[in-house]
């Protein structure tokens, strides 16, 4: 998996505040952190030169969430489905997690409904967005924002 | 639950004053989730805790130990034979003269009668058969047996309870008592009733027990935890189920 | 453990949309996490998972770390013909698994 290397520089900022926070013998590593261009690059690996038009998906996602561990997701774009008109693919990313990509679905004819659903993880609050392309090539996304709690008893010390 | 003796009559009384939440008001942390987090365990096909109960129902059919015995072969259909023995324990053994978790009697099992190794806490396995016993339990209402035997071991998990402890010189009873239904660190304190367990947290991205949770909820309070497996453990867990008395049993439960 | 719970109605009717919900166990270690000494627990994901309909692929995925534990993955066919399902999930480290279901379609 290829690591660019503004994430690295990323990482030797973040320790450093992380070690300024006194945070005993315990190292402490900022977790890495993808940023909303980072996010945009992804999307541009997937949609190539095309343009991305916000409708026609719909991305359900909480707007709170008590852990981000397990956020359910569902996508959902208004399609018959048929030969001629169908959704090819719905992409998911967020702009906040330590990688934009989270998953690809592809669809097709056969699936009879563009009806996708999983459970994702998020770093963080933030926003989160689901690209689809259809058969006739054009591509749609939708965006979500969504608040991620936290635990107060957390099993390890920090 | 029968009580004997005035000794029983004043820890009754005593709890009363001591803050108990009245049974009316008690509530399963399930209440306290977000919706999304509710329809996870509502769903058997998209609860994770599943994966385990199916583990271990594989498990209860697997011939182990010198004596070659699989759980079937003594307890036949669990759903027959396993049915409310989750919503009784912790529950006494008249071998050690004490109460034993459900964990430790699948592993006294596992020793006397398939003369095989006690599997490891928090282990694949013995989550697995805790888990896939615990849920032959499920929609039963929790019954652990309080009786002259039993009193002192609830006695000290109470005292557990409201002792305060660790750094942060909390008591249980304080948030969990006195404050369930606020907010702490975003997000709700619930009343702490086991109904669910052992059950898929969230947090750990896995299944585990409520030991773990009471181990968890010590390093919270930064207090040193008791190790798994302990007297003050399974003491705890005896006065917390018997604290939810009444309440269904819903394993295995989701949470964060 | 690599144990997995499918869900696909027994029967359907022919031309009729079915849903199929998909849960598999993975740890799906993301390769971001520490251990508290500091050294990086390495990547273990399950990268795909396909889905065929008496052999033809009517879908699939690719999971990125993002993905949460134990994947649960929802999903729909139409159900044309009586067969086989056959679900396959691949991943880091050789990971394999595959599960079928039978469907009776009228």
């Known amino acids: 998996m290829e690591r660019p290397t503004s994430r690295r520089d990323f990482l030797k900022t973040a320790g450093g505040v992380a070690a300024g926070l006194g945070l005993g013998s315990v190292i402490a590593v900022a977790p890495a952190r993808a940023t909303p261009a980072e996010m945009q690059e992804a999307i541009r690996k997937v949609v190539g030169s095309a343009r991305v038009t916000p409708g026609r998906v719909k991305l359900d996602l909480p707007p709170l969430i008590e852990n981000g561990n397990a956020v359910p997701l569902t996508v959902t774009v208004e399609s018959p489905m048929t030969e001629a008109q169908h959704v090819r693919a719905v992409h998911v990313f967020t702009e906040k997690n330590p990688q934009p990509n989270v998953v690809s679905f592809h669809l097709g004819p056969r699936a009879g409904r563009a009806r996708v659903a999983t459970r994702m993880r998020l770093a963080d609050s933030q926003n989160v967005t689901a690209i689809c392309e259809l058969s006739d090539g054009s591509f749609w996304s939708d965006s979500a924002g969504i608040v991620v709690t936290l635990a107060a008893c957390l099993e390890d010390g920090i | 639950m029968r009580f004997v003796g005035a000794v029983a009559a004043l820890a009754i009384a005593a709890s009363a004053v001591a803050g108990e939440i009245p049974r009316a008001d008690r509530r399963s942390g399930y209440e306290f989730m977000s919706r999304e987090t509710r329809a996870m365990q509502d769903d058997d096909t998209a609860n994770p805790g599943m994966l385990w109960v199916l583990e271990g129902g594989t498990l209860w059919e697997k011939k182990t130990g010198a004596a070659g015995r699989a759980c079937a072969d003594c307890h036949g259909d669990p759903r027959a034979s396993m049915k409310g023995v989750a919503a009784r324990y912790p529950a006494f053994d008249a071998a050690i003269g004490r109460p034993i978790s459900l964990e430790q009697r699948i592993n006294r099992c596992r020793i006397d009668r398939q003369q095989a190794s006690a599997l490891a806490y928090e282990s694949r396995e013995l989550l697995a058969l805790t888990a896939f016993v615990a849920r032959q339990s499920r929609g039963l209402p929790i019954d652990v047996t309080i009786d002259a035997r039993t009193h002192p071991f609830l006695d000290a998990g109470r005292a557990t309870f409201h002792r305060r402890q660790g750094q942060l010189n909390l008591a249980c009873a304080q948030c969990h008592d006195d404050n369930w239904g606020r907010q702490l660190a975003g997000n709700v304190i619930p009343q702490a009733h086991p109904t669910g367990y052992p059950l898929y947290r969230l947090e750990w991205q896995s299944l585990g027990s409520l030991q773990r949770r009471l181990r968890n909820c010590l390093v919270g309070i930064r207090a040193e935890p008791y190790d798994y497996g302990a007297n003050e453990l399974v003491d705890l867990e005896l006065y917390l189920l018997w604290r939810a008395r009444g309440m269904t049993m819903d394993a295995p439960a989701v949470r964060p | ?106």
């Open chain 3, 1 to 106: 453990m690599a144990s997995a719970l499918i869900n696909v109605p027994a029967r359907a009717k022919r031309g009729e949309v079915i849903e199929i919900k998909t849960l598999i166990s993975h740890v799906m270690e993301t390769g971001f996490r520490r251990t508290q000494l500091g050294a990086v627990i390495p990547r273990d994901i399950i990268r795909r998972f396909v889905c065929t309909y008496n052999g033809t692929e009517v879908f699939r995925a690719e999971l990125h770390p993002a993905i949460a534990a134990n994947p649960f993955i929802v999903f729909s066919t139409v159900a044309v013909e009586s067969g086989t399902l056959v679900f396959s999930w691949t991943g880091d480290h050789g990971f394999s698994a595959t599960e079928t279901a039978a469907i009776s379609v009228d």
